[in-house]
């Protein structure tokens, strides 16, 4: 009833109609979900993604065409289509009530040029229905929907599958056995990167009207059918499922809070098999039906994705068309610096980013004289930086870009450990007399954690000095104590012990003032070693300085 009831309330006053409707069906789900659709449609149009969706000139026919595919190398379109009718073929479709479906496909050249559309050569194509077309990873399996036609008796629509032929072509298809009764429906194949599930519609024992399954493909054969449950699937129509990867599936529905009719939404498995849906939004989405859309995976230069999806906007015949969509590349811009851990920059550092799943995502740079490096990336996404020197340990910096349809800037400075000289661990601070670490010190020493982690190859000394008072057998002896502390902190915290050693030096190596500390304070010379004689000799403000700059925590490069 609803069905209807909607094909009045589209063309005009939605909210009041849909209000009416729930005052003698207080609890129809349907005009619950119709309810909110109108309430947020506003919203919806008025804060567009970035995609543009239009017409494809190549593409444009009075036919009905739809579910289109892209080859795994994205140099061929598969698409469905009533365009030229062949020979001996029925003139009507029981399926759309057109006439019958056939698999077409267009056709890039070396120029990048498409050619005009085809059907798809080889003995798939019959005077029956053939449609929904989704090939393998490996371009040599190709799956579809099939419904033979018969004027005397029902035929449901099953899943056929083809192999590629030696010259090109695909061969004669043959009906996937997903359901033991080969009267069941079983429609919309979508198969993912792997190979391990195809995805598709069905309907019967499920949540309502058609639904998405799932069944698994392996050696010995088909699995069983698997209900994707209701984080996918509800009381209304899911339909069109495509699969980018083996973990993000497009589908259409007209049972969630959209635009109206059918629309196209995402789905985002995570690690414990649940799923994520979001809608995706206007333009992808209009009032009209939207669904079976497909991903070039080749995307031109400055596009972030493009490819097509079907869609009956614009169509008063209620026909579906081939749009072509295109999202522009979000460009982000990384700045910042390399620089050792006194704030000098380092020269000839070399600055990677990658994804999460590893890949890099950008050429590698080289920082400039004064060490810093500019990065520019396409696309929002998770990273990771990775800044590296032969001289200096390797850093690692996590980088979450935002969702922004404008291009950014992000500040990111590296600092390095140098691998050549000692480095002081800042802000560990003891009580008198003890060698346990406070609290503050500890914070400090994670970071030790972390450098190690990044630099599995390397094993540190870790070594605790003194200040010119007390003798030295005493300071030796406490400052050993306290190394080993770190140490024991270090190995607490996952790290292996044979890549640690602790150092006791006690007062026998006085700190040696760098360039960073000379510039801090300008009574220090550069170069010169706090020894007891030389800060003996300096005011008694000086020489407290002196003290705390030789009572230091630090870590060597052993090996």
């Given at each position: 009833m609803l069905?209807?009831?909607?094909?009045?309330?589209?063309?005009?006053?939605?909210?009041?109609?849909?209000?009416?409707?729930?005052?003698y069906y207080p609890h129809d789900y349907f005009g619950r979900i119709g309810l909110a659709s109108v309430r947020q449609a506003d919203s919806l149009l008025a804060h567009p993604t970035g995609h543009t969706v239009e017409t494809d000139r190549l593409l444009i026919s009075p036919y009905a065409e739809f579910a289109p595919c892209y080859a795994p190398d994205g140099t061929i379109l598969y698409f469905t289509s009533s365009r030229v009718p062949l020979?001996?073929?029925?003139?009507?479709?029981?399926?759309?009530?057109?006439?019958?479906?056939?698999l077409f496909m267009i056709k890039q050249d070396a120029a990048g040029k498409w050619s005009r559309p085809d059907s798809v050569p080889g003995s798939v194509n019959t005077p029956e229905d053939e449609g929904t077309?989704?090939?393998?990873?490996?371009?040599?399996?190709?799956?579809?929907?099939?419904?033979?036609?018969?004027?005397?008796?029902?035929?449901?629509?099953?899943?056929?599958?083809?192999?590629?032929?030696?010259?090109?072509?695909?061969?004669?298809?043959?009906?996937?056995?997903?359901?033991?009764?080969?009267?069941?429906?079983?429609?919309?194949?979508?198969?993912?990167?792997?190979?391990?599930?195809?995805?598709?519609?069905?309907?019967?024992?499920?949540?309502?009207?058609?639904?998405?399954?799932?069944?698994?493909?392996?050696?010995?054969?088909w699995g069983k059918p698997e209900h994707l449950g209701n984080e996918i699937n509800t009381p209304g129509d899911e339909l069109f499922p495509t699969m980018v990867g083996d973990s993000t599936l497009y589908f259409s529905s007209d049972g969630r809070v959209g635009l109206g009719g059918l629309d196209l939404y995402k789905a985002q498995m995570d690690s414990l098999g649940g799923w994520q849906v979001t809608h995706l939004g206007a333009?992808?989405?209009?009032?009209?039906?939207?669904?079976?859309l497909t991903f070039s995976p080749k995307p031109q230069s400055g596009l972030a994705e493009e490819g097509y999806l079907s869609s009956t906007r614009g169509d008063q015949r209620g026909r579906p068309h081939l749009y072509h969509f295109s999202l522009p590349a979000t460009i982000i811009r990384i700045d910042g610096f390399v620089m050792d851990?006194?704030?000098?920059?380092?020269?000839?550092?070399?600055v990677r980013i990658a994804d999460e799943q590893g890949l890099l995502a950008t050429p590698i740079v080289s920082t400039r004289d004064d060490g810093s490096f500019v990065l520019e990336i396409a696309g929002s996404n998770r990273y990771v930086l990775h800044a590296s020197h032969p001289d200096y340990l390797n850093q690692y910096m996590p980088l979450v870009t935002d969702s922004a349809t404008e291009s950014t800037d992000y500040l990111v400075d590296f600092y390095l450990a140098s691998r050549l000289h000692s480095e002081q661990i800042h802000d560990i601070y003891y009580d008198f007399d003890r060698a346990s670490l406070r609290l503050e010190g500890k914070k400090s020493l994670d970071y030790l954690v972390t450098l190690l982690e990044q630099n599995p190859d390397v094993r540190l000394e870790l070594s605790s000095n003194t200040d010119r008072k007390?003798?030295?057998?005493?300071?030796?002896?406490?400052?050993?104590?306290?190394?080993?502390?770190?140490?024991?902190?270090l190995i607490a915290k996952g790290i292996a012990a044979d890549r640690l050693e602790a150092r006791g030096y006690g007062k026998e190596r006085p700190y040696v003032v760098t360039k960073g500390m000379a510039t801090r304070f300008d009574w220090l010379p550069e170069g010169q070693e706090l020894t007891a004689e030389w800060?003996?000799?300096?005011?008694?403000?000086?020489?407290?300085?002196?003290?705390?700059?030789?009572?230091?925590t630090e870590f060597t490069v052993i090996q």
């Open positions: 069905r209807s009831y909607n094909s009045w309330v589209a063309g005009g006053r939605r909210a009041k109609a849909y209000k009416q409707f729930l005052e020979r001996d073929m029925l003139q009507e479709s029981e399926v759309t009530g057109l006439g019958t479906n056939n077309p989704s090939i393998s990873s490996d371009g040599n399996t190709l799956y579809y929907s099939y419904a033979e036609q018969s004027s005397t008796y029902d035929r449901t629509v099953q899943i056929y599958k083809a192999s590629k032929s030696s010259q090109g072509g695909w061969g004669k298809g043959e009906r996937v056995p997903i359901w033991e009764d080969s009267l069941r429906m079983a429609a919309h194949p979508a198969i993912d990167a792997s190979g391990r599930y195809l995805y598709f519609v069905s309907e019967g024992a499920g949540l309502g009207g058609k639904d998405l399954y799932r069944i698994a493909l392996s050696e010995h054969g333009p992808m989405n209009s009032p009209a039906d939207d669904y079976a851990r006194e704030g000098y920059g380092i020269p000839q550092a070399t007390g003798s030295q057998r005493y300071n030796k002896r406490l400052s050993q104590r306290r190394a080993q502390s770190v140490v024991n902190y800060v003996g000799a300096l005011t008694e403000e000086q020489q407290v300085v002196c003290d705390q700059l030789n009572r230091r």
